[in-house]
């Protein structure tokens, strides 16, 4: 990275590292695709990831908000998308995330590889990247994705098509193509990320986690800047435990100088977000209360579920809403059947 901070100077802080809090890695991931459908399609039958909630865009109802992961949802599992019908297709670049990054079993690579061939994914031939093997890949909306062979302690979600052998295991980390990499180095510092290596224009930031750790950051002066819109990155939200903790890293970002919001409930998780020097939207999302406070582990993404505040408009949201068929490995017939 370029060694010039000016950018960045209000960013710093002289407050002591030890006493701030630390953040267990991703919480979620949030997209924006086109058709909800074939968003489905892919996560659920291609990558075999469970659908735990398909709700609405909380400020724009009239979208689904679909959310991917383990069988419970757990954070730093979670994909999350906001499917736009006709949308314009972006481009990613800088000021963006350049890729979401899953972890497969270090034994399932060649598995992944001839998986994804025969479903005619767009998949790259594997690479290593610090002494790990990834293979790089692009969904239905050409969102780049990688799986990456290694250790989590998710357990998979064994409703699936894939074989629990060499089902996805969470998150690995992201990638972000940031507008200022010192300056974006320096939040991921803040959010307790610690700096464990570099490899040409890639310097990799790990978390104390034992899922979704790994933030890789780009230095690409000459690179594009991104365009929002299908087929890229809407945010990317750190996990923290509680309403207390999240208070705790308010104060903690506003010491920095980052303008962060009120929080905002999001029915299965408590948000703020704040977007960060190099051009990225960052949340920091509460691990509770769940996916399951509103309707049972067997039985999550069965049904349309809506915020107490959206109910009185169901009726109207379900006739404008395209209606969605999930297949029956990954419905609760399948749970089911496996329990």
């Known amino acids: 990275m370029s060694s010039n901070k000016n950018a960045n100077a209000d960013s710093k802080t002289n407050a002591d590292p030890n006493s701030a809090p630390q953040t267990d890695g991703l919480h979620h991931v949030t997209a924006i695709s086109s058709d909800p459908q074939a968003n489905v399609d892919f996560y659920t039958d291609v990558l075999g990831v469970r659908l735990v909630k398909r709700t609405v865009n909380f400020d724009d109802p009239g979208t689904y908000h679909l959310y991917y992961g383990d069988e419970t949802g757990s954070p730093g599992t979670i994909l999350t998308f906001f499917p736009f019908e006709g949308a314009r297709g972006g481009r990613v670049g800088r ?176 948000s703020i977000y704040f977007r960060e020097p190099g051009g990225i939207l960052f949340e920091v999302a509460t691990d509770g209360p769940g996916f399951d406070r509103d309707e049972p582990v067997a039985t999550l993404g069965t049904d349309l579920k809506l915020p107490p505040w959206l109910e009185d408009d169901r009726d109207s949201l379900e006739e404008r809403l395209p209606a969605l068929e999930v297949a029956p490995s990954t419905a609760a017939e399948r749970t089911e059947g496996v329990n």
């Open 95 to 270: 000021g963006q995330t350049s890729a979401t990054t899953f972890v497969i079993p270090e034994a399932s690579v060649d598995y992944w590889v001839d998986r994804l061939e025969s479903m005619g994914v767009a998949v790259d031939d594997p690479v290593e990247r610090f002494d790990e093997t990834v293979v790089p890949l692009r969904d239905h909306d050409g969102q780049p994705l990688e799986l990456v062979a290694g250790k989590s302690d998710v357990e998979p979600w064994t409703g699936g098509p894939v074989p629990a052998k060499h089902a996805i295991r969470g998150f690995h980390g992201v990638t972000l193509d940031s507008l200022n990499p010192d300056a974006t180095g320096d939040v991921l510092e803040t959010l307790g990320y610690e700096r464990v290596g570099t490899a040409g224009e890639r310097t990799r930031f790990r978390a104390a986690a034992d899922r979704g750790a790994v933030v890789d950051l780009l230095d690409r002066p000459d690179g594009d800047r991104g365009q929002q819109g299908v087929g890229t990155v809407h945010h990317v939200a750190f996990r923290t435990a509680d309403d207390e903790t999240q208070a705790a890293w308010r104060d903690r970002l506003a010491e920095v100088g980052l303008r962060v919001t009120p929080q905002k409930d999001r029915q299965y998780f408590r």
